[in-house]
Every structure is written in C-alpha cells, then in structure tokens.
C-alpha cells in the first residue's frame, strides 16, 4: 500500500539523513571529531574552515544526496511528491539530529538543496549564485541566504507552474531547519551577555565580526613609540609618577628632559603608581562602543599592581566587554613587543583566543636586558628582590641585569659603563641568533649612547626590524637616567641556538 511504502520511505530517509559525513570525513582525514571544531557544527561550511576545501566538497556531495535521494526514490516507486517532500524533511532531521552520532548533527542545509535540485532542478540552479552572494558575500548568514533564496524560489516555482507541493517545499524545508535549530537558539540566547546582538549573530555575522575586532592595551611601561601605538592602534594606560609637586601622566604630561635634569641634579626621590582600576574601566568602557573584547598585557605581578587594576575593572564590565588580562613578565619593549603581536593578530582577524594564544607563543620568545648607570633609584624603589648578594659591590659598579619571569636577576658586572655594555652586547651574541629577530634599543635619557648601542648591535645581528625608544619618566625613577638596554623578539624560534633560561644566567653571573 502507498502509505506504507510512504512510511518506510520516510523512515530509511532518515536513517539516510543521519550518516553524517562531516564527522566521518573529518574523522578520517584528520582523526579529530568536527563537533569540536571551528563553530561546532557538523556541516560542511565548517568543514572548510577548519580541515580543508576538499574534505568540505566531499561533505557537500554526501549531504546534498542525502536530500536528492529519498525525491528519486519517490518518484521511482510512483509515490506522491507529498511523501517525496516527507522523506527530504526526514533526511533534513536526520541530518541536524543523527541518531548515529548522540542527535548531534548539522543545519541541513545541504540536504535541503539536495531535495529542491531534484524537484525543481533548473529554478534551484537559478537562485543559488543568490545564496551564494546573499550568504559568502553581504551577510556571512546561512540563515539570511537561506530566507531570501528560498522564498525567491518559492516565487519562481509558483510562476514556472509546478504543483503547489512541490512549488512550496522550500517553505516546508526552510521551516523544518528553522525547527531544529531552536535548541542551539535557545544555547546562544542563554550563554550570550549581549542579547541586543543576538540577531545580528544570527542574520548579519559579517558585520559582528567587524564589531568584533579585538583590542590591544599595554601601560606606558611598554615604552613603544607613540606613532608606533597609532600605527598598529594598541591602546596605552599611563602609569602615574608622583613627585613632591605634582602627580603626573607617565609619557603624558611631563617632559622627560626636564624631569631627568631634576632627577639628577635636585636630588629627587620619585614614586610610582599603577593605574587606578578606575582608569581601565574608562578606557573599557570607551572600547565597548567598537571592540566586543580585548587583550591586556601588563608588567609583572611582581613589580607592579596594574595587572589587579586591569582585572579588577575588567570584573566590572565583564557583561559589555570581555578583557583577557596578560601577565607579560617582562618589561619595557620586551612587553611592548607582545602588544605588537597582539595587535597584529588582531588585525589579521583574529579572534580572542587567537590573540591571546599569539601573545602567550611570543611570551617565550622576548627578552629584556640592560646597563643601569646607578643602582640607587632601583634600591630606592625596592625592585631589586636579589639585592643583599650583589648591591653593595654593584654601588661601586655597573651592573647588567636581565627581567627574568618577573623578577630582576644580575648577568654580571664591569668596572666602566663602557666594560658593561660589552658585556651586555656579548651576553646578546651568544644569547641570540643573529637574524630572524626584532631589537628594540631602550635607554634613559642617553640618545647619544643609544646610537652608538644601535650602530654596535647592527654590526652583529641583522634583524627583521628594528627601532630605539626612550624608556617612559616611570621607569626613569627606578633604573635612574643614563641606563642602556635592548629588549628583543625572537621571530623565527628555530633559529636560536642558546634558550635564554636560569642556567645560562647563572653561568654568565658566575663567569664574570
């Protein structure tokens, strides 16, 4: 009997449904379970993001046959088109709910068109290049490509004068896709703090993700050059430098020659002070209206409390805006070199995860190493967490220090300035490949001893990139003026021939 047939018909469709092919292909090819990739969905659009255009063409053609099938089984067994329409819908279910695979399936998208190319061949062919642009070019939406596509083929179908089922399977198939993706609306209703932006996920993800972009933030400490932050847009919270006078805006409003002329003549005793929570919140909150997120890399814990700061504020408006806070463990341009593969990252495109995981892989690759011309702002501020085994000779000296995981470890020592940058630049020879790097030249009020530190250092290495800074008046008061230093990143890891560890600055600190 036809209802029979019909019934069967309908049931085969849907274990036909169910063989997902994404989890098998990818599976196959790459041994790991699609549903834990890209966005999570067993389709073939994630397919191709995440394992390969040709894994994705494999899925394609699977999934659109498993909506053509259970139509030409149909009309071959001279069934009605309501029962082929009932076995594409089935296929559909068992596609975003396979029974093989614990009801976890895709969208269906596929399988649906594989249906509507074998009722209405030549009108779907028309309209897909409008899915196409709809979905791939204006919205980045399956959803919104699927609407308007659809129904433009429901009004073709109408007009070409095909049966009234087969005119409107595009409805009942968008309808029943509309249907099983409740669950996951549900899950993205629930999870999402920002509700507002709920549909705008759902029907124009393209323009989400332009809102997404990620921002970066570093503290003046990073010392980069200002049209360096515009250039790559990372964005600086001053650290505060209190003096007897005045509080004032590290790199903001003080003039950096005037505020070393003092600290060298007038015998100043200066103090410093992290941002406020209060000063990431603003800078948050102005971030909200054109980033969903952003990534902030701090000094070490050790050595300062803008990490708590960042954090703190970042509790306060977690529901508006996400912020990643990063413990750079270095200081200077070494951390400014992280902000820099930050802000890289993000304008590549990526997302939050991806920004950190860039920062966390550069992490292992900085380093900051330097001259200090006098020991006594540094003992002054208390940074100095190895001081009673070397501070008393190193008052008559000129000591080479390393920021080590956030803390200030000795390299060695020299009799002259001169004797210790040597040491230093030797220390770096030995220490670093000489290409496939970036070098930042970092100094204290000393522009011409930072010249002639470049013009050495050029001698031996040949770095991607390059630049000298001025350290910010806030480092001033702890390293005091005259000091000499040279962060660094490591671009191509492979290349190093000595890892910068404990040991190695233990051997150096004993050879000298």
Same mark, same amino acid.
């Given at each position: 009997?036809?209802?029979?047939?019909?019934?069967?018909?309908?049931?085969?469709?849907?274990?036909?449904?169910?063989?997902?092919?994404?989890?098998?292909?990818?599976?196959?090819?790459?041994?790991?379970?699609?549903?834990?990739?890209?966005?999570?969905? /067993?389709?073939?659009?994630?397919?191709?993001?995440?394992?390969?255009?040709?894994?994705?063409? @494999?899925?394609?053609?699977?999934?659109?046959?498993?909506?053509?099938?259970?139509?030409? /089984?149909?009309?071959?067994?001279?069934?009605?088109? %309501?029962?082929?329409?009932?076995?594409?819908?089935? %296929?559909?279910?068992?596609?975003?709910? #396979? @029974?093989?695979? *614990?009801?976890?399936?895709?969208?269906?998208?596929?399988?649906?068109?594989?249906?509507?190319?074998?009722?209405?061949?030549?009108?779907?062919?028309?309209?897909?290049?409008?899915?196409?642009?709809?979905?791939?070019?204006?919205?980045?939406?399956?959803?919104?490509?699927?609407?308007?596509?659809?129904?433009?083929?429901?009004?073709?179908?109408?007009?070409?004068?095909?049966?009234?089922?087969?005119?409107?399977?595009?409805?009942?198939?968008?309808?029943?896709?509309?249907?099983?993706?409740?669950?996951?609306?549900?899950?993205?209703?629930?999870?999402?703090? &920002?509700?507002?932006?709920?549909?705008?996920?759902?029907?124009?993800?393209?323009?989400?993700?332009?809102?997404?972009?990620? /921002?970066?933030? $570093?503290?003046?400490?990073?010392?980069?050059?200002? &049209?360096?932050?515009?250039?790559?847009?990372?964005?600086?919270?001053?650290?505060?430098?209190?003096? +007897?006078?005045?509080?004032?805006?590290?790199?903001?409003?003080? &003039?950096?020659?005037?505020?070393?002329?003092?600290?060298?003549?007038?015998?100043?005793? !200066?103090?410093?002070?992290?941002?406020?929570?209060?000063?990431?919140?603003?800078?948050?909150?102005?971030?909200?209206?054109?980033?969903?997120?952003?990534?902030?890399?701090? !000094?070490?814990?050790?050595?300062?409390?803008?990490?708590?700061?960042?954090?703190? =504020?970042?509790?306060?408006?977690?529901?508006?805006? *996400?912020?990643?806070?990063?413990?750079?463990?270095?200081?200077?341009?070494?951390?400014?070199?992280? =902000?820099? %593969? +930050?802000? *890289?990252?993000?304008?590549?495109? =990526?997302?939050?995860?991806?920004?950190?995981? /860039?920062?966390?892989?550069?992490?292992?690759?900085?380093?900051?190493?330097?001259?200090?011309?006098?020991?006594?702002?540094?003992?002054?501020?208390?940074?100095?967490?190895?001081?009673?085994?070397?501070?008393?000779?190193?008052?008559?000296?000129? #000591?080479?220090?390393? @920021?080590?995981?956030?803390?200030?470890?000795?390299?060695?020592?020299?009799?002259?300035?001169?004797?210790?940058?040597?040491?230093?630049?030797?220390?770096?020879?030995? $220490?670093?490949?000489?290409?496939?790097?970036?070098?930042?030249?970092?100094?204290?009020? %000393?522009?011409?001893?930072?010249?002639?530190?470049?013009?050495?250092?050029?001698?031996?290495?040949?770095?991607?990139?390059?630049?000298? $800074?001025?350290?910010?008046?806030?480092?001033? =008061?702890?390293?005091?003026?005259?000091?000499?230093?040279?962060?660094?990143?490591?671009?191509?890891?492979?290349?190093?021939?000595?890892?910068?560890?404990?040991?190695?600055?233990?051997?150096?600190?004993?050879?000298?």
């Amino acid at each position: 009997m036809a209802w029979q047939s019909c019934s069967l018909l309908v049931i085969a469709s849907y274990l036909l449904g169910s063989i997902s092919s994404a989890i098998l292909v990818t599976r196959v090819w790459c041994g790991k379970d699609i549903r834990t990739l890209g966005n999570n969905n /067993a389709g073939a659009a994630n397919v191709a993001r995440t394992v390969g255009l040709f894994p994705a063409a @494999i899925v394609v053609v699977f999934d659109f046959s498993k909506g053509a099938i259970p139509v030409f /089984a149909a009309r071959l067994l001279g069934l009605s088109d %309501a029962c082929a329409l009932g076995g594409a819908i089935a %296929a559909v279910i068992g596609h975003s709910y #396979p @029974i093989y695979f *614990r009801l976890r399936g895709g969208k269906g998208m596929a399988a649906s068109l594989g249906a509507l190319l074998a009722f209405t061949p030549f009108e779907t062919l028309l309209v897909l290049p409008v899915l196409g642009l709809v979905y791939l070019v204006i919205t980045g939406s399956a959803v919104t490509g699927a609407i308007v596509s659809l129904s433009l083929l429901i009004g073709l179908n109408l007009w070409r004068g095909h049966p009234l089922v087969v005119s409107l399977a595009p409805l009942a198939l968008m309808v029943t896709m509309g249907l099983c993706i409740i669950p996951q609306a549900i899950s993205d209703w629930r999870q999402r703090a &920002d509700k507002k932006r709920l549909l705008t996920h759902w029907f124009t993800p393209k323009e989400e993700t332009a809102h997404e972009r990620v /921002a970066v933030i $570093t503290d003046s400490l990073a010392s980069l050059p200002p &049209d360096l932050c515009q250039q790559a847009q990372i964005h600086v919270v001053p650290m505060a430098l209190i003096l +007897a006078d005045a509080v004032y805006h590290d790199g903001v409003d003080i &003039d950096p020659r005037t505020y070393y002329r003092r600290l060298r003549e007038d015998n100043l005793s !200066p103090k410093t002070s992290a941002p406020a929570p209060g000063e990431f919140l603003t800078l948050y909150q102005q971030l909200a209206s054109q980033y969903r997120s952003g990534v902030v890399i701090t !000094p070490p814990k050790e050595l300062t409390q803008t990490w708590d700061s960042a954090r703190l =504020a970042a509790e306060m408006i977690k529901n508006t805006f *996400r912020a990643e806070i990063i413990d750079s463990r270095v200081v200077g341009p070494a951390q400014g070199f992280l =902000a820099l %593969a +930050a802000a *890289r990252a993000a304008a590549s495109g =990526a997302g939050l995860a991806a920004v950190v995981e /860039a920062v966390e892989t550069t992490q292992k690759e900085v380093g900051f190493v330097g001259v200090l011309d006098t020991v006594k702002f540094l003992v002054e501020g208390g940074r100095v967490a190895e001081a009673h085994r070397w501070v008393q000779s190193a008052l008559h000296t000129y #000591p080479v220090l390393y @920021i080590h995981q956030g803390q200030i470890r000795l390299i060695g020592m020299a009799r002259t300035k001169s004797k210790a940058v040597e040491r230093m630049i030797k220390w770096l020879g030995d $220490t670093l490949p000489h290409e496939g790097l970036s070098l930042a030249i970092a100094h204290t009020d %000393a522009f011409q001893e930072a010249a002639e530190l470049e013009k050495k250092l050029l001698e031996l290495f040949h770095p991607d990139e390059h630049f000298v $800074t001025e350290l910010t008046p806030v480092i001033g =008061a702890h390293a005091g003026p005259g000091l000499l230093a040279v962060a660094w990143q490591i671009t191509h890891a492979n290349h190093m021939r000595n890892q910068v560890s404990q040991s190695s600055i233990k051997q150096h600190s004993k050879s000298g």
